[in-house]
């Protein structure tokens, strides 16, 4: 499963936020909240990862066999660093990408599903 922001078109295996149109009920804001602050980790990981692997954020004309390759040693570099303390300076965090219009929300019957019994789950929690 996929956590995406709501740009994205709902899909069974792409999660995404209720829409805000001013009725949410109190447990789809608890979900968006939730799911929202666990998407923010995740994009500021992967801009440290980016910003320290400044070869990520280029076009990749290798075989896709090879890139997973790639990706998987800066991850495994950069966990290196990390862990070791090594400095990261604030001007190597890559910039966000730039934000897409929002999506209509006609994602498949599947997403909605799935959707619903997260929100459940994060409510019980």
Known sequence: MILGDSAYTLQRWL????????????????????????RVVVENAFGRLKGRWR?????NDCRIDKIRTQVAACCVLHNL???????????WTALPATQLDDAPS???????????????HLNSV
């Not at 209720?18 to 909240?33: E, K």
């Not at 090594?86 to 001007?91: Q, V």
């Not at 019957?109 to 799935?114: E, N, S």
């Open 106 to 120: 006609i994602g498949e019957a599947g997403g909605q599903d799935t959707r619903t019994a997260l929100m459940r």
């Open 81 to 91: 660093c990390e862990s070791n303390g090594d400095e990261y300076r604030d001007e």
């Open 55 to 59: 070869c990520l954020m280029k076009r």
């Open 15 to 38: 999660i995404k936020p209720f829409q805000d149109n001013g009725r949410l009920t109190p447990q789809q804001r608890v979900y968006n909240y939730k799911t929202n602050r666990a």
